[in-house]
């Protein structure tokens, strides 16, 4: 079983730069990918990135790639999204989550894990 628990989000502007934090709890967390999916009001769910917790191997969403990062702190086990050059668009609730296999994130299911969600408001 894995656990996640995000912080972080909040109100930004256009421009602006906004990092969030999901903590990392659980028996085998090690065997997962973690990473983030973001849900704007009427809209389905988009998958933003995923860090591999074994080597670090990260993994994009077209919309975000050029703009956002993905990294994990060992020590802390934590995975972090700093998000820069922040849009209107951006606008989201932020789900912390685990896919186990490869490429689960394009699926139906996404992930096998997920945090409560944080919101993130940028504004114009």
């Known amino acids: 079983q894995v656990r996640l628990a995000e912080s972080g989000g909040g109100l930004a502007q256009a421009g602006d730069s906004l990092r969030l934090s999901c903590e990392v709890s659980g028996r085998d967390f090690f065997n997962y990918f973690i990473g983030w999916f973001r849900q704007a009001p009427g809209k389905e769910r988009e998958f933003v990135a995923v860090i591999r917790w074994g080597d670090g191997k990260t993994y994009y969403g077209d919309s975000v790639k050029e703009r956002f990062s993905i990294s994990k702190d060992d020590n802390k086990i934590t995975v972090s999204l700093q998000m820069n050059n922040l849009k209107p668009e951006d606008t989201a609730v932020y789900f912390c989550?685990?896919?186990?296999?490869?490429?689960?994130?394009?699926?139906?299911?996404?992930?096998?894990?997920w945090g409560q969600g944080t919101q993130v408001t940028v504004s114009s």
């Open positions: 989550a685990a896919p186990r296999v490869i490429g689960d994130w394009y699926s139906r299911r996404g992930a096998d894990y």
